[in-house]
């Protein structure tokens, strides 16, 4: 299939899947359903997806590739570190590098100075100055000039260089594309969509849920045996570039069903839950962190503006609490509800009834 038609198929496909994820339902509460009530209530909602003809073959296969191409450069970027590392070892002596030297940062080009461009540059220059001694010039200046190379080449930028990060920007500027259409709709509430969204996090949790369900026959390979990290390293990169990654710890389906399962209020009853669900899940999760905490070190995100939050104008509105005599002291009714959050239960009906007897709020003893 042609490079167009397979980027084409993609798309189409994925936006497949999110029509999927657009019909809205709610994370069950903790004491509500329970562990397997919980499970089998994704289950249902995410039937569709489960059900997908090409979710293992297109879909899960197409953020393996991506996943382990991510992989492939790391290992890559590791190894020609090393090596240059070792390198550096080697020719550091030549280059008159030193732990000991008080300034690394000077005006003057530190290869004037090393000892390697500094012989060869002696030994010419004295060969030139006597007489017929020196037969070939020209090959005395460019074994001069090819010892400023060598040191040119084997001494370290000044700027760490790593192809994993120009990777990585590069993933970047390719989600650009998609960025618009995958960052979701603007929020009915002003804060965030939770029930329904478009997000690709949103997406990527059904994913990951589908991954981790037991197989129907336990001798058949797993998910994370199919496919390994690379899998994960897709769907983490995409939502770590596309600044979801806190909705995505908060309202991860897997994460959701453990946070249930350990309250303790209903544990599972199914073997295939807890024997096959809850291990894999513990596995991706710790593997998702990992590699969010990878790209927060190699290509951190520019921070954002932080959002502002106003108090409901209800709350400063002036309301009795319980009525009251024409004595009644409505600044205790116009004090906003957050100021009074510190109260007690008894304390607060405490000052309900004293505001109701028609006394201030300054009559009351001070609050302990």
Known sequence: MPANSSRTYGAS???????GMLRPFKLPILYDLGTDGAYQYFEANLREIIQYPDLRSE????FRELGNIILFVQMADRALASIDDAAFVVSAPLLGVNTYRSS???????????PVYSAVHNLAALLESKE???????????????????????????????????FLQKISQILDAVRPEWAGSQPTNGVMNVDATSEF????????FVGCMPQLNEADPSNAEIFGDGLCWAGITIVHFLGQ?????????????????????????????????????????DLNQTIFNTLRAVSPREPTEPLEFHAPTEDFQEVPLGGGPAGFDRSVAATPRASLSFLGREEFADLTRTASAGHSVGDLPPYE
């Open 13 to 19: 496909t994925l936006r497949e899947l999110f029509a």
């Open 201 to 208: 996090y949103r997406l990527w949790t059904a994913l990951q």
């Open 104 to 114: 690394w940062a000077t005006d003057s080009d530190p290869s004037s100075s090393s």
């Open 59 to 62: 879909v899960l296969q197409n």
């Open 132 to 166: 017929g001694l020196a037969k070939a010039p020209s090959v005395l200046r460019e074994m001069v000039n090819n010892a400023w190379i060598a040191d040119k080449m084997y001494r370290a930028p000044p700027a760490p260089m790593s192809m994993f990060k120009a």
């Open 245 to 285: 990654e806190q909705r995505f710890n908060a309202l991860e389906f897997c994460y959701h069903v453990v946070n249930i399962e350990e309250t303790g209020e209903k544990p599972s009853g199914n073997p295939a839950v807890t024997q096959q669900f809850f291990p894999r899940v513990s596995k991706i999760r």
